[in-house]
Nanobody, 133 residues
Framework: QLQLVESGGGWVQPGGSLRLSCAAS????????IGWFRQAPGKEREGVSC????????NYADSVKGRFTISRDNAKNTVYLQMNSLKPEDTAVYYC??????????????????????????WGKGTLVTVSS
């Protein structure tokens, strides 16, 4: 079965850290750009961070720059999102998505709405991150 599986979410106090993982099953991530997207209750899904297939290019939303770091280990078929200095406004369900043939990681992270949902080749089911005291 071809799928992406996220893990690592949970509850953390403001200022804390979490590391999310996105593992591929049934296919190799090597040729795919990977993005982390999040959706808070009542809000649209938005791009958080994206990484190119080789890991040489990355993109971050302004709201997470300096706090989140995306990385990939193609040997482990896994992409990570290290989240530090978490804030209550980071609370959301975090999804990873994979796509081949994206022009730039900036374009990938800027996608929204139907273009986002149907433009990805694979989506994970999401992992909940809750930041509260």
């Amino acid at each position: 079965q071809l799928q992406l599986v996220e893990s690592g979410g949970g509850w953390v106090q403001p200022g804390g850290s979490l590391r999310l993982s996105c593992a591929a099953s049934g296919f190799t991530l090597h040729y795919y750009a990977i993005g982390w997207f999040r959706q808070a209750p009542g809000k649209e899904r938005e791009g958080v961070s994206c990484i190119g297939s080789s890991g040489g290019s990355t993109n971050y939303a302004d709201s997470v720059k300096g706090r989140f770091t995306i990385s990939r280990d193609n040997a482990k078929n896994t992409v990570y999102l290290q989240m530090n200095s978490l804030k209550p406004e980071d609370t959301a369900v975090y999804y990873c998505a994979a796509v081949i043939g994206i022009t730039t990681v900036q374009d990938m992270c800027a996608m929204s709405g139907g273009h986002l949902y149907y433009g990805m080749d694979y989506w994970g089911k999401g992992t909940l991150v809750t930041v509260s005291s």
